[in-house]
């Protein structure tokens, strides 16, 4: 991956970067830029996923799922208190992997709009 592609996408880890990178490496430079606004508008951080399961902790549970459109596992943390905080302790030690993989989502979505 080129410096310019790097610096398109700053505060990706190495494994989202990657991934990025291989969507977006035969594109020309508009259609990576383009690819590159949506992306980052649509992305959400690991770290505030992390803050959000933490929240559950205090009584909000299931603010980490409502953020990356799941819903349905939200309202049931929600009334379930985290599945009585289980649930919100198994977030807590992959809250990566559900950012990753929400971020996987959007990255397809940027790229099929980008090539529309």
């Keep these: 991956m080129d410096s310019e592609t790097i610096n398109m996408f700053p505060g990706l880890e190495m494994e ?6 291989g969507l977006i490496n035969n594109l020309d430079p508009d259609k990576k830029r383009a690819f590159a ?27 980490q799922r409502f953020i990356i459109n ?11 208190a985290g599945l009585c905080l ?12 559900l950012a990753f993989e929400y971020n996987q989502k959007m990255a397809q979505e940027a790229l099929a709009i980008v090539n529309m």
């Excluded at 799941?70 to 379930?80: A, E, P, V």
């Excluded at 289980?86 to 992997?97: A, E, F, K, P």
């Design 16 to 21: 989202e970067m990657n991934y990025v990178g």
């Design 37 to 63: 606004s949506l992306y980052i508008a649509k992305r959400k951080d690991a770290q505030m996923i992390l803050l959000l399961t933490l929240i559950g902790f205090l009584g909000f549970a299931g603010l």
């Design 70 to 80: 799941q819903i349905g596992m939200g309202l049931l943390y929600f009334f379930t």
């Design 86 to 97: 289980i649930g919100t302790i198994v977030d807590l030690v992959n809250y990566r992997s």
